[in-house]
């Protein structure tokens, strides 16, 4: 059976990272699915795995998984590693970061908008689970979340965001690189700045 043909986002680069800037429908809704943000995850943290292993780690079964890696892979989200055949070809992530542009046509907005609410749900996902099992983790003292509400300007906001991506681009190119020290584990970094809906922009007395 031929394989379906490839379609490659745009990749670009930011600050240093190569990013695939995510607009078209098609390229938005093959990320709009659950189980394939679990594959891509379990991709990044555990290195290539077969459809088969995936399946065995997220209780589904290799048909499953294997449909949503050729998915995946069609997208240029992940690609067939070295060794295997067949059915026992493992897959691995493809290390480009995904920026989602929600700008545009009303079925290009309408796509942006289910894979955000897809990436929320996984994102609460992460903080229940840490809430769950984060107090007896060996990394509990160097774990941390905390929340704040700040005054600033737009332009301050702006700059804010600039300074914590500062921050994170080295980690994330080393990530990206396979050259993290020994001893490195996978860290969730969930980063919202969000002007608050319906608040005064003038500074009032306490």
């Known amino acids: 059976m031929a394989r379906p043909p490839q379609i490659r986002p745009e990749i670009g680069d930011e600050r240093g990272l190569p990013v695939r800037r995510l607009r078209d429908p098609e390229h938005l809704r093959a990320l709009a699915h659950p189980r394939r943000m679990e594959i891509i995850d379990l991709l990044i943290a555990d290195g290539p795995m077969t459809a088969s292993?995936?399946?065995?780690?997220?209780?589904?079964?290799?048909?499953?998984?294997?449909?949503?890696?050729?998915?995946?892979?069609?997208?240029?989200?992940?690609?067939?590693?070295?060794?295997?055949?067949g059915r026992n070809r493992p897959w691995r992530w493809v290390p480009v970061g995904n920026q989602i542009e929600s700008a545009g046509s009303p079925a290009e907005r309408s796509a942006a908008e289910a894979l955000g609410a897809v990436i929320e749900g996984r994102n609460i996902d992460r903080i229940r689970r840490y809430a769950r099992h984060g107090a007896?983790?060996?990394?509990?003292?160097?774990?941390?979340?905390?929340?704040?509400?700040?005054r600033v300007t737009e332009e301050e906001l702006v700059e804010l965001g600039e300074a914590i991506s500062a921050l994170l681009i080295p980690l994330q190119r080393r990530t990206f690189d396979g050259d993290a020290p020994a001893g490195a584990r996978l860290v969730d970094v969930l980063t919202y700045l969000m002007p608050r809906a319906g608040a005064s922009g003038d500074q009032t007395d306490a």
């Open 53 to 85: 292993q995936c399946a065995a780690r997220l209780g589904d079964s290799p048909a499953s998984c294997s449909y949503h890696l050729r998915q995946l892979a069609r997208f240029g989200f992940v690609e067939e590693a070295a060794g295997g055949q």
């Open 136 to 150: 007896t983790d060996p990394w509990r003292e160097a774990g941390q979340t905390s929340d704040w509400a700040i």
